[in-house]
T-cell receptor, first 116, second 112 residues
Framework: KAGVTQTPRYLIKTRGQQVTLSCSPI?????VSWYQQTPGQGLQFLFE???????NKGNFPGRFSGRQFSNSRSEMNVSTLELGDSALYLC???????????????FGEGSRLTVL | GESVGLHLPTLSVQEGDNSIINCAYS??????FIWYKQESGKGPQFIID?????DKRQGQRVTVLLNKTVKHLSLQIAATQPGDSAVYFC???????????FGSGTKLNVKP
């Protein structure tokens, strides 16, 4: 079974631009979460989607947004990029049960964003 | 918000020795915990998990211990190998909220 796939793996943007990152979860996983990883702040939760609905949201500004499609694939968007947005953005899918009990997260390799 | 922290940022062990990585969590309502391993340039990899109705769980060469009284989690790696060198994170979660809080990580260096 293929793992979580994230594209692009690396990208460089300049301040003020916007970026869209894509994530394909493991087949059958309906929950997709996004995390930001930086050396200073570690792994921080951005948001989680389940059945095309955002169920949980972290403490990030509105410039960070996401969506999930009917095939469970997800995208996240960051608008008006700032230098501090440089980070590794990780997507994780989860085999969450229909009862809602949390399952383990399976992470992709991440998209490394550099903002100049 | 909730915080998950680690006592030691870097741990160096000799190949073949046992390693113990510790983690403190602050949310007494957390009931699901996972240890992840992250190698350079890769995403976090699941190692082992434990739910709050257990205090110990064993995997292949790894054991997780949970002490809810003092809100402490530990990961024990037996016969540590060079391939175990990585950064290890603990993560906590509350049931039915698929939102994990991660610790700051411990770097494990295995010396041959």
């Amino acid at each position: 079974k293929a793992g979580v796939t994230q594209t692009p793996r690396y990208l460089i943007k300049t301040r003020g631009q916007q970026v869209t990152l894509s994530c394909s979860p493991i087949s059958g996983h309906r929950s997709v979460s996004w995390y930001q990883q930086t050396p200073g702040q570690g792994l921080q939760f951005l948001f989680e989607y389940f059945s095309e609905t955002q169920r949980n949201k972290g403490n990030f500004p509105g410039r960070f947004s996401g969506r999930q499609f009917s095939n469970s694939r997800s995208e996240m968007n960051v608008s008006t990029l700032e230098l501090g947005d440089s980070a590794l953005y990780l997507c994780a899918s989860s085999p969450i049960s229909t009862s809602g009990n949390t399952g383990e997260l399976f992470f992709g390799e991440g998209s490394r964003l550099t903002v100049l | 918000g909730e915080s998950v922290g680690l006592h030691l940022p870097t741990l160096s062990v000799q190949e073949g020795d046992n390693s113990i990585i510790n983690c403190a969590y602050s949310n007494s309502a957390s009931d699901y915990f996972i240890w992840y391993k992250q190698e350079s340039g890769k995403g976090p990899q699941f190692i082992i998990d434990i739910r709050s109705n257990m205090d110990k769980r064993q995997g292949q060469r790894v054991t997780v211990l949970l002490n809810k009284t003092v809100k402490h989690l530990s990961l024990q790696i037996a016969a540590t190998q060079p391939g175990d060198s990585a950064v290890y994170f603990c993560a906590e979660n509350m049931r039915n909220f698929n939102k994990f809080y991660f610790g700051s990580g411990t770097k494990l260096n295995v010396k041959p």
